[in-house]
């Protein structure tokens, strides 16, 4: 990955960047996950749709592959306001037909975009996962779920707070860094409703 940006550019290869990140959440992925078995937590029923978490789970990763493109490009610095892409909500520099291109990941402008709309999916997924716990009144997810949503608030605030800096490494820090505590908090919820103490 260092040697991508050697050659011609400072930059490293935003395609070997989000490999390097996404391995390493992947390898501190299946830590976490062995140290909740660790707990020897005993199975039973719950009920939530808990392929829409793992959907959920699945976005998460998906938006940290997008952030590596964002990062790796140095897309954050294209467009620099919130919510709007300039004066347009879709960036004014790019085109839609572009998404059918396959260098489509090579544009930063499109790139940042499409990682600030995964991230509204994300939060509407979430609300819709609250709902669910509150609707069916699911004690034992109420504090797991609260935990994923804090985080999920700083997630954004911190990612406005990125842009509107002009990728300030102070909030971009953050930002990588609270990644960890959703992608973590998001597992636990999961093993949780497959796996949960017996009083």
Not at 84 to 93: E, N, T, V
Not at 103 to 117: A, G, L, T, Y
Request: hydrophobic share 55%; net charge positive; proline share 2%.
């Amino acid at each position: 990955m260092v040697s991508s940006g050697l050659i011609e550019r400072v930059d490293v290869s935003h395609y070997r960047l989000s490999l390097h990140l996404v391995t390493a959440f992947i390898i501190l992925s299946v830590i976490f996950w062995k140290f909740l078995k660790l707990t020897k937590i005993q199975t039973i029923d719950i009920s939530i749709n808990i392929n829409l978490v793992k959907f959920f789970l699945f976005l998460l990763f998906l938006q940290l592959i997008m952030g590596a493109f964002v990062s790796g490009m140095d897309a954050g610095r294209v467009y620099n306001t919130w919510p709007m892409m300039g004066s347009s909500y879709f960036p004014d520099d790019s085109q839609f037909i572009e998404f059918l291109n396959l260098n489509v990941f090579d544009n930063p402008s499109i790139v940042q975009f499409i990682h600030r709309n995964l991230a509204y999916l994300i939060v509407c997924i979430y609300i819709y996962i609250l709902f669910c716990i509150i609707r069916d009144r699911i004690e034992i997810l109420r504090k797991p779920v609260i935990i994923i949503g804090v985080s999920l608030f700083l997630q954004i605030v911190l990612g406005i707070f990125t842009i509107l800096s002009g990728v300030k490494i102070f909030y971009a820090s953050l930002h990588q860094i609270n990644s960890i505590l959703i992608i973590l908090s998001t597992l636990y919820f999961i093993y949780i409703t497959k796996y949960r103490r017996i009083n």
